[in-house]
Nanobody, 124 residues
Framework: QVQLVESGGGSVQSGGSLTLSCAAS????????VGWFRQAPGKEREGVAA???????AVADSVKGRFTASQNNAKNTLYLQMNSLKPEDTATYYC??????????????????WGPGTQVTVSS
C-alpha cells in the first residue's frame, strides 16, 4: 500500500504564491504517476495537474501558465508550485495515485489513494 500526505497549504492574498508538497510512503515503487486535484465547497473534485515518474506533466487549462508540477524522486515527493493565485483557486488540494485510464486527462475517477488534503485559501 502507498500513502500520500499533502502539505504546504495556507492563506494568501490574491496574486500570491504557494508551493504544495505530496509525500509518498509505503510502496513507493507503485507510484509512477501522481495527480493534483482540488475540491471547493459544494463543487466536484477537479483535476489540476499530474506528473509521471519520468517527468511528463499535464496541467488543466484553468491553471495553465500559473501552476507547475514537479517531483523529487529521491525524496518520493512531488510539488505543485502555484503562482498568481486567485480567489477561484480556493479549495482543498489533494494528491492521488494514478490507477487507470488516460492520465493526462486528469479525470478524478482515474486516480485514487487520496491523501487527506491541504487547504488553500486565497483572499481578494
Amino acid at each position: 500500500q502507498v500513502q500520500l500526505v499533502e502539505s504546504g497549504g495556507g492563506s494568501v492574498q490574491s496574486g500570491g504564491s504557494l508551493t504544495l508538497s505530496c509525500a509518498a510512503s509505503g510502496r513507493t515503487y507503485d507510484i509512477y504517476t501522481v495527480g493534483w486535484f482540488r475540491q471547493a465547497p459544494g463543487k466536484e473534485r477537479e483535476g489540476v495537474a499530474a506528473i509521471t515518474w519520468g517527468g511528463s506533466t499535464a496541467v488543466a487549462d484553468s491553471v495553465k501558465g500559473r501552476f507547475t508540477a514537479s517531483q523529487n524522486n529521491a525524496k518520493n515527493t512531488l510539488y505543485l508550485q502555484m503562482n498568481s493565485l486567485k480567489p477561484e483557486d480556493t479549495a482543498t488540494y489533494y494528491c492521488g495515485r494514478f490507477i487507470r485510464g488516460p492520465w493526462s486527462l486528469l479525470r478524478p475517477a482515474d486516480f485514487g489513494y487520496w491523501g487527506p488534503g491541504t487547504q488553500v485559501t486565497v483572499s481578494s
